[in-house]
């Protein structure tokens, strides 16, 4: 006699309809969830503009270029344009139809990715641009001018044959980021706290703040770095390190709030960031974005380094720079090389030489019987450079 429908058959087929049911509920979700992270994958992805044209004309003279020294170190050149086109930037002043490059740091990272070191170079450096490719086609002649007229001449790619003519050090990446883009990372990880040693009122940058502990959104953001004439000195050098001390203030927020661990809080710095950057075509993507990124989490924030190029006053006039040598060469040797660099905030440290024992083969003998007693051998330390780290507090 087969058991009832409310007996124990009843019971074993509801069973199975539920394990069915749960099965077709787990794959839907599945295969939604899948297709919900490719959409978002994609959408990030498709938000970075590839620079096709820069790649082009780079390939052009790529045998002319620095060749990379040390295996898995990367030379990141990060160009801040002052691009006016566009309605979020048009206020920022009239639309020439022209744009130069605001800010440019050389960001090398460590082959073992145990260091960062951003290096500002200044706008108003006298240099010698090579003849690049215009933006209608035509190419103009090599000159000796200001530095950031190579963005304006040709671009991503004149600024980084000009840095690596400058440097001797091997560009292998660029990111390229306007007014509109900057503001957009600074509110997608609500705000960046700074300390003000006296209070701001500068009238041209729309920016007015207590002394103290603030915290800045966006368009405040903006105005601080990028205002000169009424803070600190007015000089360019005094804006480089307000802008390399916001660089620090803003990795600390991002590791701080655990943004990259977080997908809740990683989803609109991503698209914020995505969103505003025009980069070479290897990093077009968020694969190609993440597989440089990835080491960067566990570099110790005092390993995170920003300093200015060694630069002084030009012989011809007092408002443009020059570099200062042989200092600079010895800045760029470092990064060429991956050898270490040293910042420290109250100008250059002397350093007296280390003695160490001889350790070349033999000098202690085959049986190594004790302390080597010969001549000692000198080793320099590493050069110290005017800067600062991202472990830093300027309010202590």
């Known amino acids: ?48 503009t590839p ?17 990379s020294l040390v295996k898995d170190a990367r030379n990141i050149l ?33 082959a073992g990715r145990g260091s960062a070191t951003a290096v500002s170079l200044p706008r108003d450096l006298m240099v010698n641009l090579p003849g690049c490719r215009r933006p209608d086609g035509s190419r103009s002649a090599p000159r000796f001018a200001m530095f950031n007229q190579a963005f304006q001449l040709g671009g991503s790619a004149c600024t980084i044959r000009t840095v690596e003519k400058l440097t001797d050090i091997r560009v292998d990446h660029h990111v390229v980021v306007d007014f509109h883009g900057f503001k957009k990372m600074v509110d997608a990880v609500d705000g960046v706290q700074v300390c ?91 694969r190609g974005l993440y597989e440089l990124v990835r080491g960067l989490r566990d570099i110790p924030m005092e390993q995170v380094q920003f300093l200015t190029v060694p630069r002084e006053s030009y012989a011809y006039d007092a408002n443009r720079d020059q570099l200062v ?35 070349r083969d033999g000098a202690y003998g085959d049986s190594h019987p004790g302390p080597y007693r010969g001549p000692a051998v000198t080793v320099s330390p590493p050069p110290t450079f005017r800067g600062n780290t991202a472990a830093e507090d300027t309010c202590e």
């Open 51 to 67: 620079d096709e044209a820069a790649a082009a004309e780079l390939a052009r003279y790529d045998k002319e270029r620095p060749t």
């Open 196 to 286: 003000l040693r006296e209070p701001i009122d500068d009238r041209a940058a729309k920016l007015r703040l207590p002394a103290g502990r603030v915290t800045l959104n966006g368009e405040q953001a903006l105005g601080y770095v990028r205002a000169r004439k009424t803070l600190g000195d007015g000089s360019d050098t005094e804006r480089m390190e307000r802008q390399q001390r916001f660089l620090g203030a803003l990795a600390n927020k991002v590791r701080s709030n655990d943004v990259l661990l977080n997908p809740a809080k990683l989803y609109p710095v991503l698209d914020a960031a995505t969103s505003s950057l025009t980069t070479d075509p290897k990093l077009a993507s968020l």
């Open 325 to 359: 040598e042989p200092a600079a060469e010895r800045l760029f040797e470092r990064l060429r090389t991956d050898g270490p660099v040293v910042v420290e905030g109250n100008g250059p440290r002397r350093h007296a030489p280390l003695r160490l024992p001889d350790t």
């Open 78 to 110: 990060l160009i801040g344009s002052d691009s006016r086109e566009g309605r979020d930037n048009a206020r920022y002043g009239r639309d020439s139809g022209t744009e130069r490059s605001d800010t440019t740091i050389l960001l090398h990272l460590s």
């Open 1 to 48: 006699m087969g058991a009832s429908a409310s007996g124990r058959g009843l019971v074993r087929r509801r069973r199975r309809r539920w394990v069915r049911i749960t099965a077709f509920g787990a794959t839907t979700l599945l295969v939604v969830a899948g297709g919900v992270g490719w959409a978002v994958y994609a959408k990030l992805s498709g938000n970075i």
